[in-house]
């Protein structure tokens, strides 16, 4: 991925990266690569960048590295894609969840490591809003009530089918938004202390842009999420993620005591 702030330095180094990759005896996909410009109201590229020739398309949204990024820069599409993925296996898997030979634990353990970490991957990139986090809790209880069998005119509610499911698994089981949120917290931590081992992750993380503020409501940000959940503005929680073991406790606490937005 090339990242550049104007077209023109995108041309530039589109066609400098060409030309190195040529001299390699490597070629550049120009139906496989595409543009992307992400911000509050992306443009259309003035200058149009080309690859050996033929010129790129400029997409909405595009899948890189597995993940959906769109030119509006939200995580909603992304998580819808993760939920319904992770619905998908959970199907494929219906007799097994029916089966009375499986232990109730082995297919706890299968769904986490099987559906939840379908769900889950790339979470850290995420910025959470309530229509997120309301996905990601209903999916969570979906995939509950098809393991213990319950269906939605026995009119149970979500709190009684968390209990029999820790009864059943003998303690009590983290929430998909907690282990979500501790991901996120984690990733912030690990790059806030080893920024010359990821310079680029440190630099978007941390860094500013140039220019002034839209009128209106601001739109929430990656690091709003990190601020409400600590309690803490970014520089105390940068400091903090600085002592590994404080930031693990605020970590474990911050994922656990603020379900809320």
Request: aromatic share 6%.
């Amino acid at each position: 991925a090339l990242l550049t702030r104007t077209g023109s330095e995108l041309k530039d180094l589109t066609e400098r990266m060409n030309c190195v990759s040529t001299k390699m005896g490597m070629e550049i996909s120009a139906a496989k690569s595409k543009l992307l410009v992400v911000g509050h109201s992306p443009e259309t590229i003035e200058e149009q960048v080309e690859v050996s020739g033929e010129p790129l398309e400029q997409v909405r949204q595009f899948k890189y590295l597995g993940c959906m990024i769109q030119e509006n820069g939200k995580s909603t599409a992304e998580v819808k894609i993760r939920v319904a993925m992770a619905k998908a296996a959970m199907c494929k898997l219906s007799p097994l969840w029916r089966s009375r030979k499986v232990r109730f634990r082995t297919k706890l353990l299968l769904v986490n490591s099987i559906v939840m970490s379908v769900v889950l991957y790339g979470c850290e990139a995420w910025t959470h809003n309530e229509e997120i986090e309301k996905k990601i809790k209903a999916l969570e209880m979906w995939c509950y009530r098809r393991l213990l069998g319950v269906k939605w005119i026995d009119r149970r509610t979500n709190d009684s089918v968390r209990q029999q499911v820790e009864e059943a698994a003998g303690g009590s089981q983290r929430s998909l938004l907690e282990i979500a949120k501790t991901r996120k917290l984690r990733w912030f931590g690990h790059t806030t202390r080893h920024p010359e081992d990821l310079p680029l992750a440190y630099t978007i993380m941390h860094g500013r842009v140039d220019g002034k503020y839209r009128r209106g409501r601001p739109r929430r940000s990656w690091l709003d999420d990190v601020k409400r959940w600590t309690g803490t503005s970014v520089l105390e929680a940068s400091r903090a993620a600085l002592d590994r073991m404080e930031w693990r406790r605020l970590t474990h606490c911050a994922s656990t005591d603020h379900d809320g937005l």
